[in-house]
């Protein structure tokens, strides 16, 4: 695999491509369409990690009855306020603006809205959903963990204990969202993917070893690699670490606590009986309107206080003061343009997966010079 080059996808053909494969495999054509276009967005932004990628795995899921196409949220308890809703084992890309269009409607009557969500499909790169309450011109913050499915150590330790945990935190501005989006583990474990993949390596440091050996080889996730198609991190022995020593194991903790023990949907602890089943994100979000703060002006300021920020003198002139979400809409913008760049065993994987259920890949993948 290594001697094939990568290629290079145009935009929407990728996503025909996508929502085709979601669509045979038993998923309505709007949801088909609405989960090819959010795994798109991620490689849009350059979170190659969560976009298209993730294809084979969502398939498999859903034949193993782990994820379930055409799910509604249903609403466990609610006030005017809050409300803690579980996502049924949808798919994420279906049951994440459903969530987040529960929390919108309540923050625009209220003021604010704590909304928990528990037993959601992989909800993917969760700057979507802040970037869907921005566009609703709210503030929203997004705390999430994954039920039973630990792969980072905690600072200190060597043993899983903590899943990827993002957080995400977005501000609405009047040229458009500012998002602060990230994995609290060094690197999201859809980056290690990308990496057993022959994409981009991880840091040094990203992972560590039984033996507190620290590493950047996949196989320490996910067992040894050669021969195999999908990676399952079951197989590997080592851990993914936490950003920021003490400060982002404190954060992901601090996931577990809401996303997890808040909810209602578990920590990423051992699952009682054992057995790992399903990947279910559980998403603790709040939902501000800047109006009801008396903060009328709030898209102006935020504006005028980031241009501010990025008007620090460039430590490297030659490289620009960014924003959180600035290297997105930048990524965005070129491949909107150029198409999207994929590693030739990501692409591979996906004609298989595509094959086995009678899609034929399109023909439109070029080879990268
Ligand atoms: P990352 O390390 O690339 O960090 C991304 C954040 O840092 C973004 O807000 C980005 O704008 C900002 N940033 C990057 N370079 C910058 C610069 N030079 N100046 C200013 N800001 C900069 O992201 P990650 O930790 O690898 O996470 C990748 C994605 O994975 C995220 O979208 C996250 O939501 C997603 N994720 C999802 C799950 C899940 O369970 N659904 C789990 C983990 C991660």
Redesign the pocket.
Known sequence: MADLPSVTVPVGALRDYIAAIFTAAGCATTEGGRIAHHLIS?NL?G?D??GVIRTPRYILWLKEGKVRAGQQIAVLHETPTHAVLDGQYGF?QTIGPQAVDFGIEKARAAGMAAIGLRNSG??????DWAERAAAAGLISLHF?N?QGGELVAPFGGVDRRF????I?IGVPTREGPI?????T?L?????VLVASNGGKPVPEGALIEPDGRLSRDPATLYGPIAGTHLRDSARGEGALRSFGDHKGSGLAFMCEMLAGVLTGGGTSGPIPGGKRGRIA?GMFSLYLDPDGFGAADFAVQARAYAEYVKSSRPADPAVA????????SRTRAARLKDGIPLQPETWEAIAATARDLGVTPPAVAMPNG
Request: charged content about 15%.
């Open positions: 991620a932004t979170h990690s969560h994420g992989h909800i993917g790169r969760i700057g999430v994954v899943s990827t945990n993002p995400c998002i602060l989006d990230f994995a583990s690197v999201a474990e859809g980056k994100n003061v960014l924003l959180p979400g600035e290297p997105e």
